[in-house]
């Protein structure tokens, strides 16, 4: 019987962030911009690693990992966005839907796990300055890096299985601009406790031991700093990490509310605000703190710039 209630739904309508013709349009205009901003920024991060010598170091290729991954985590958002806002009928098909929301999730893990790893790479140059070379190489960025992507990707797959075993009885209208699994979840005829249940520990996993991994790490690094006799050595320490706690914050604090927040204080409207801050507001936030605290990516894109002129 489960089968056959699952069967009657083949797409799903997205009701978006609004109903409103003109507001859609403003939306559009303003996402368009927003997503330009994230290509833009965050491809030259990208090409200033690789052009420029001076960046090619273990920091500035985890920085160049982000970007990319910033760049793959709005494209699979904001582009259907950006189609609906122009569209009447905001249908999706379920194969859509399921990809979309594979693909959000895993990169959103993904990035869980990278900022982890910027992080240690941060308390390795900074604790162990005269090992750092030795310890973080080239091929063991690589395979870290690799292995980032290869368990985000992986710690997606139960949360999306669990989901699209649920039978949802022929609902099929999402209250979201995306696929997202609460939402989904709430589509469910049935019991979902055991769902919320599992869902909420692989979340809480993914993103409580990274931020515990995290603040261990700047612990560490923040008693190393404190010993540096030279306030010109401080300064240069807190410097690099300074960017790296400012995305931090920024894309943990708006998933883990977004993520571990108990239903019964959700909001259609609350939901769809943090999804917006950390698909796109935080992607495109990302070159801008780290281009404006950082003077070695600074003086590398003045260089590409002059060279493009």
Same mark, same amino acid.
């Given at each position: 019987?489960?089968? =056959?209630?699952?069967?009657?739904?083949?797409?799903?309508?997205?009701?978006?962030?609004?109903?409103?013709?003109?507001?859609?349009?403003?939306?559009?205009?303003?996402?368009?911009?927003?997503?330009?901003?994230? @290509? +833009?920024? =965050?491809?030259?991060?990208?090409? &200033?690693?690789?052009?420029?010598?001076?960046?090619? =170091?273990?920091?500035?290729?985890?920085?160049?990992?982000?970007?990319?991954?910033?760049?793959?985590?709005?494209? #699979?958002?904001?582009?259907?966005?950006?189609?609906?806002?122009?569209? $009447?009928?905001?249908?999706? +098909?379920?194969? *859509?839907?399921?990809?979309?929301?594979?693909? +959000?999730?895993?990169?959103?893990?993904?990035?869980?796990?990278?900022?982890?790893?910027?992080?240690?790479?941060?308390?390795?140059?900074?604790?162990?300055?005269?090992?750092?070379?030795?310890?973080?190489? !080239? #091929?063991?960025?690589?395979? &870290? /890096?690799?292995?980032?992507?290869?368990?985000?990707?992986?710690?997606?797959?139960?949360?999306?299985?669990?989901?699209? #075993?649920?039978?949802?009885?022929?609902?099929?209208?999402?209250?979201?601009?995306?696929?997202?699994?609460?939402?989904?979840? +709430?589509?469910?005829?049935?019991?979902?406790?055991?769902?919320?249940?599992? =869902?909420?520990?692989?979340?809480?996993?993914?993103?409580? %031991?990274?931020?515990?991994?995290?603040?261990?790490?700047? &612990? !560490?690094?923040?008693?190393?700093?404190?010993?540096?006799?030279?306030?010109?050595?401080?300064?240069? /320490?807190?410097?690099?990490?300074?960017?790296?706690?400012?995305?931090?914050? %920024?894309?943990?604090?708006?998933?883990?509310?977004?993520?571990?927040?108990?239903? #019964?204080?959700?909001?259609?409207?609350?939901?769809? @605000?943090?999804? &917006? $801050?950390?698909?796109?507001?935080?992607?495109?936030?990302?070159?801008?703190?780290?281009?404006?605290?950082?003077? *070695?990516?600074?003086?590398? @894109?003045?260089?590409?710039?002059?060279?493009?002129?």
């Amino acid at each position: 019987m489960a089968w =056959n209630n699952v069967s009657l739904v083949t797409e799903f309508i997205l009701l978006g962030l609004t109903d409103n013709y003109l507001l859609q349009i403003i939306f559009f205009i303003l996402f368009l911009i927003i997503y330009l901003m994230i @290509l +833009s920024g =965050n491809f030259l991060i990208i090409l &200033v690693t690789i052009t420029d010598i001076s960046l090619h =170091n273990p920091m500035y290729f985890f920085l160049a990992n982000l970007s990319f991954l910033d760049i793959c985590y709005s494209s #699979s958002i904001i582009p259907r966005m950006l189609r609906d806002f122009l569209s $009447f009928r905001k249908n999706i +098909s379920m194969a *859509e839907c399921v990809t979309q929301m594979y693909c +959000s999730l895993g990169l959103g893990e993904t990035e869980c796990i990278l900022l982890a790893v910027m992080a240690y790479d941060r308390y390795i140059a900074i604790c162990y300055p005269l090992h750092y070379t030795s310890i973080i190489r !080239k #091929s063991v960025c690589i395979k &870290v /890096a690799s292995g980032t992507w290869i368990c985000g990707f992986l710690l997606a797959i139960p949360s999306v299985a669990v989901v699209w #075993s649920l039978d949802r009885c022929g609902r099929n209208v999402i209250n979201h601009f995306e696929c997202e699994i609460p939402e989904l979840l +709430s589509l469910a005829c049935d019991s979902i406790a055991t769902m919320e249940l599992i =869902n909420y520990t692989i979340g809480t996993t993914v993103l409580i %031991v990274p931020v515990i991994f995290i603040i261990s790490s700047y &612990v !560490k690094i923040i008693r190393s700093i404190l010993r540096i006799a030279s306030s010109t050595g401080r300064q240069k /320490a807190f410097s690099t990490c300074g960017s790296h706690i400012m995305v931090v914050t %920024v894309f943990y604090g708006s998933a883990m509310v977004s993520y571990l927040k108990p239903r #019964s204080l959700a909001t259609a409207g609350t939901d769809k @605000l943090l999804a &917006v $801050f950390y698909s796109a507001i935080t992607p495109m936030l990302n070159p801008l703190i780290y281009t404006l605290r950082n003077k *070695e990516v600074k003086s590398a @894109l003045i260089k590409v710039t002059r060279n493009v002129i």
